[in-house]
């Protein structure tokens, strides 16, 4: 994660007082993955080298959420929000209970990286947010229900691949809100 945020600038260790530049509460950041664990990392790293110029732009901007922490909360939101996924939905057998719009969404674009990918635009549409409202911390939770809004609004509309959502969420969404 740390060489693809600051690939110029050597980690000077794996707990270091560097994690908290990049969002992290602390100076050892595995301490922040343990309500997401290593699906939380994974989000991370990913959109970190996937979308290398945006994640530069939204640390060096210096806003007022943390990047790391809020980058978890994207993941946690990905999953309980949109794919529905809690405790108990994992100890049901396959039935109506899994079938949240955002599961089938995953099941049509069979797309290895659907995930990681909804998860970017999550973060990035948050982000626009987030800047657009001049928004503070006491403000997480409204930009979080409208993002909830906008994405059932686009699933809606039973989008058919991964290509085919980004440009909806890039097009319709974010530039709608700035």
């Given at each position: 994660?740390?060489?693809?945020?600051?690939?110029?600038?050597?980690?000077?260790?794996?707990?270091?007082?560097?994690?908290?530049?990049?969002?992290?509460?602390?100076?050892?950041?595995?301490?922040?993955?343990?309500?997401?664990?290593?699906?939380?990392?994974?989000?991370?790293?990913?959109?970190?080298?996937?979308?290398?110029?945006?994640?530069?732009?939204?640390?060096?901007?210096?806003?007022?959420?943390?990047?790391?922490?809020?980058?978890?909360?994207?993941?946690?939101?990905?999953?309980?929000?949109?794919?529905?996924?809690?405790?108990?939905?994992?100890?049901?057998?396959?039935?109506?209970?899994?079938?949240?719009?955002m599961l089938l969404f995953f099941a049509r674009a069979r797309d290895k990286v659907a995930f990681e990918e909804v998860y970017c635009q999550i973060f990035l549409l948050f982000d626009a947010l987030w800047q657009h409202q001049?928004?503070?911390?006491?403000?997480?939770?409204?930009?979080?229900?409208?993002?909830?809004?906008?994405?059932?609004?686009?699933?809606?509309?039973?989008?058919?691949?991964?290509?085919?959502?980004?440009?909806?969420?890039?097009?319709?969404?974010?530039?709608?809100?700035?």
């Amino acid at each position: 994660l740390w060489s693809a945020i600051s690939p110029d600038e050597p980690l000077s260790g794996r707990i270091s007082p560097q994690w908290k530049r990049i969002g992290f509460q602390g100076t050892d950041p595995a301490t922040d993955f343990r309500g997401m664990g290593l699906l939380g990392l994974q989000n991370l790293v990913y959109f970190a080298q996937h979308y290398p110029e945006q994640v530069r732009a939204m640390i060096q901007a210096d806003r007022s959420y943390p990047f790391a922490s809020s980058g978890i909360n994207m993941t946690h939101l990905t999953l309980t929000k949109f794919l529905k996924v809690t405790e108990a939905l994992i100890q049901q057998p396959a039935g109506p209970v899994w079938e949240s719009p955002m599961l089938l969404f995953f099941a049509r674009a069979r797309d290895k990286v659907a995930f990681e990918e909804v998860y970017c635009q999550i973060f990035l549409l948050f982000d626009a947010l987030w800047q657009h409202q001049a928004a503070g911390y006491m403000d997480f939770s409204t930009i979080i229900t409208t993002i909830e809004r906008e994405f059932d609004r686009l699933l809606s509309r039973l989008p058919l691949t991964i290509d085919q959502f980004r440009v909806w969420v890039q097009q319709e969404v974010i530039l709608s809100v700035v």
